[in-house]
């Protein structure tokens, strides 16, 4: 093959290759003035662990103790106080859990547990969560310990109450603290309505109680989520009311 024939065809060579890449250049150029997304490899689809938020951790064992009781929907924890119990429902006796235990067996001191007004999910406007006033010497406390929100001091440096379930886990606030008589709170108060709602905040925020303890501060509304944990006092016509608006829900 001749010197000059060569070179031709290796001009005609460049030439095409240069065709190619200009013509695809032009294509991808039109696409985009057209508004069209290039071909590309898809994305790696995320898989459900990377697009899914980590479920908390919940430091209780539900299977455990529903296989002991499968009244147990809950637990309540308040840091700094003995008050540390699972939480149970009975749909058909209210009073069952004020004199039988998590085993079923009758007598003191009892369980941790709401009435049959309430849901189990805390998802009524006002929650209410009973427990004794065991002895000092029991050996199972209850709400004993409740008693500490009458120090003014215990108030101010302790507002947390934490309530468990599986899969999730709810942060309550104490915004008030007082006794009042034993009247049941579900007959006095119609928590279905705001007119029942703001009733019953306006006894929360301003009590017959002289020794009440109140944070004028925290803001509290008719829509908010409350939780009320009674117990007794020494006298038998009243209860002390412990009550805290949900602040959080780790889930």
Same mark, same amino acid.
């Given at each position: 093959?001749?010197?000059?024939?060569?070179?031709?065809? /290796?001009?005609?060579?460049?030439?095409?290759?240069?065709?190619?890449? &200009?013509?695809?250049?032009?294509?991808?150029? $039109?696409?985009?003035?057209?508004?069209?997304?290039?071909?590309?490899?898809?994305?790696?689809?995320?898989?459900?662990?990377?697009?899914?938020?980590?479920?908390?951790?919940?430091?209780?064992?539900?299977?455990?103790?529903?296989?002991?009781?499968?009244?147990?929907?809950?637990? /309540?924890? /308040?840091?700094?106080?003995?008050?540390?119990?699972?939480?149970?429902?009975?749909?058909?006796? =209210?009073?069952?859990?004020?004199?039988?235990?998590?085993?079923?067996?009758?007598?003191?001191?009892?369980? /941790?547990?709401?009435?049959?007004?309430?849901?189990?999910?805390?998802?009524?406007?006002?929650?209410?969560?009973?427990?004794?006033?065991?002895?000092?010497?029991?050996? #199972?406390?209850? &709400?004993? %310990?409740?008693?500490?929100?009458?120090?003014?001091?215990?108030?101010?440096?302790?507002?947390?109450?934490?309530?468990? #379930?599986?899969?999730?886990?709810?942060?309550?606030?104490?915004?008030?603290?007082? =006794?009042?008589?034993?009247?049941?709170?579900?007959?006095?108060? %119609? &928590?279905?309505? $705001?007119?029942?709602?703001?009733?019953? *905040?306006? #006894?929360?925020?301003?009590?017959?109680?002289?020794?009440?303890?109140?944070?004028?501060?925290?803001?509290?509304?008719?829509?908010?989520?409350? *939780?009320?944990?009674?117990?007794?006092?020494?006298?038998?016509? $009243?209860?002390?009311?412990?009550?805290?608006?949900?602040?959080?829900?780790?889930?």
């Amino acid at each position: 093959m001749s010197t000059a024939k060569k070179r031709w065809l /290796i001009a005609a060579a460049v030439f095409i290759a240069m065709a190619i890449v &200009f013509g695809a250049a032009y294509l991808f150029s $039109e696409k985009a003035a057209e508004g069209q997304t290039p071909e590309y490899s898809p994305a790696p689809t995320p898989t459900a662990a990377a697009s899914e938020a980590a479920a908390p951790e919940v430091p209780i064992d539900f299977s455990y103790w529903q296989g002991l009781n499968p009244d147990v929907y809950g637990w /309540i924890t /308040i840091p700094n106080t003995r008050i540390d119990y699972p939480i149970l429902h009975s749909e058909t006796d =209210n009073a069952y859990y004020l004199e039988h235990n998590l085993d079923g067996s009758a007598g003191l001191p009892g369980c /941790i547990y709401s009435e049959n007004y309430n849901h189990t999910d805390f998802a009524d406007p006002v929650t209410i969560l009973y427990g004794h006033n065991m002895k000092e010497t029991a050996a #199972q406390t209850m &709400f004993r %310990d409740l008693h500490k929100f009458e120090s003014a001091e215990f108030f101010e440096a302790n507002r947390e109450i934490l309530i468990y #379930q599986p899969n999730r886990i709810l942060h309550y606030k104490v915004f008030s603290v007082y =006794n009042n008589s034993d009247e049941h709170l579900m007959y006095t108060f %119609d &928590f279905s309505t $705001e007119e029942g709602m703001q009733a019953f *905040l306006e #006894q929360c925020e301003k009590p017959r109680d002289m020794n009440a303890k109140v944070d004028a501060d925290q803001e509290v509304s008719v829509s908010d989520k409350l *939780l009320v944990l009674s117990t007794c006092t020494n006298v038998d016509t $009243e209860r002390l009311l412990v009550v805290a608006v949900l602040d959080k829900v780790e889930e």
